[in-house]
């Protein structure tokens, strides 16, 4: 019996040291596609491992890729049975009912009813709850019995559901199909609902056929959209003044903006306000103040101070109440009617305090008290901006003013920290930190529900420009923000190429945190990144502004060099350089420039009316160069102010 105990424990256990070596090994050849040996090696991870579980998974990977749809499904059987309490356990239940709908249909059909008892997310209980409800519609579609009316309601519902919460999901087209061939004579309101899957998926030909002889009550907007796609502009143009006019209560928002949408792209731009406000004389009902939205964008800018605030009389609490006061209020203050400029901007912050344009209003109900030589009141507003909207440009400029700075940059010295895992390291019995050891990033996301560490993942797997883009959605949807020290901060705003951004920076005295925060905004960091119009690398250059700058310093080169990030930054280094000593050396002109050229700053300069920097950033006419010019000085202030040392 000692022997037997003995041999049996050799079997199962194992050396943490050897686990993670086979492990790591075996990520290695799946990862090259060497999918029979990495399924060899994933088995001969040990069953005391914290890790089996995972690699069991992994297994099931590799069987699916050498479509082994049998070991496949062995796996996943393992996994959720030896390990039902285990994270991966509902997910493989899932998956596993997807492969036996036509196998086995009933064993299919009992794990999709025990995923919806789980904790799973509900992406995977919606579609879970769409396979259960189709495995069932076949079975009534083949049996004699009669069901219950509640029975074949509560399939209808599962397929309703699904196509509510994702039309655009990747089974919606067939949940369409599955729920028209289940039910021929459905209500008007779920044949827009299949309509709306088809003509999503890009199947314009089925929806014409779906709804062609459908009522337009329900079904005229997605109709309009769809006869656009197949060029069918007479239907476009007709059904939308009716559609407008007569059916705008029973459709959904979306469907209704791109039935308007399809409608007004028949005309160029001389025509779009004409048919806006043709259209919108006709609109009745919902939806009627996002014609109204569309209209104040198009009219004159002497007419639209009186466009927004009609919009925002007429509709308070609709959808484009927010915007119309917002607008109201800058275009108040741009026209120097501070009395009623103050008022406007106490209203907005009562009615939108959660806003993303509450820190602009803030701010410029700030600067409006220092017009007033009201001090208390305005450090109030700007305090309040640098404490609830830390990382914001608005921070940054109220945090300027407050102490007093008068340039737009101030040169100081960087320290380099490199990104980390943004959280305390997991304890060593955590599955996440033996995630770690073996460096299986993608089970580290399955494991764990957190935007960050996903952020972390594609950062450690090199993908930089997704990770900052993940960690700067994730940052902006927290109300809090952290403190400045925070570890998730780096992601947001990493240091990538700081030594090369430093060195050019240096030595064409540019400031560092600012070159820093073009890099951010032009590429995320991807040094291969190019624009539609040709723009190319880290800090996006037309080749043609490239090598006339690079012939200056006596720099050759072909276009494709410019994806080098060394040759990248120094010509962008220079460019910036030469752009600033044009400008005055002021680099929120220099930066306006690199985004909208010198010769439309040159111009804006001449012509607009402003008496400080913030009134020039605010009035810049071009909304593209104006949001450029808030992002690259709201990243430089994050720079300076997460890696600032002292």
Known sequence: MCLIGGFCFAKIYQPEEKTVKIYKQALKDYENENYSNAYFLFSKVSHSSDLKPVAIYRQAMCAKALGDKESELHRYQQL??????????PESKYLAGQLLIDDNP?????????????NISNDYKTASEYYRARILASKMKYSRKIFSRKKVSEIETSFRNYLEKYPNGRLAPSVATTWKKFNTNMPPADVALLARAYYLAGMYKETKELIENSKDDYVWAIKVANAYSLRDFETVYNLTEEGVSKYSENVTEEDYKRAVNSYLSMFDAKQQLHYTTKLLSEAKGKHKDYIWSLKCDYVSQKDRLACYND??????????????LLQVFLITLQNKDYAKARGLAKDFLAKFPKSKSAPLVMFWAGKLEQKYNNSTAMASYFQNVINNYPDSYYA??????LKGVKSSTIQTELNYKPVVYP?????????????MQVQDYDMMIKYCNDDFIASWVEYEKGNYAASMIIARDAMDKLDVKPVKSDLRWRLVYPQNYYKQVKKFASEYNNNDALMMG???????????????VGAIGLMQLMPATAREVGQKQGISFNNSYLFNPELNLRLGNIYYSNLRKSLDDKDVSAIAAYNGGIGSVTRWKNSLKYNDTDEFVQQIPYDETKNYVIKVFRSYWNYTRIYQKG
């Open 423 to 435: 959280y305390k390291t997991p304890a060593d019995r955590d599955i996440l930190n033996k995630l």
């Open 80 to 89: 959720f049975k030896h390990y039902p309490k285990n994270k991966l356990s």
């Open 396 to 401: 940054y400029r109220a945090y300027w003013l």
């Open 311 to 324: 919009l925002y009389k007429n509709f308070p609490e609709g959808n484009y109440s927010e915007n119309a």
């Open 518 to 532: 073009i890099v951010r905004e032009e590429s995320s960091f991807n040094p291969q990144a190019q624009s539609g």
């Open 106 to 118: 009933d064993l299919a059909l009992k794990y999709f009813s025990d995923v919806l008892k789980t």
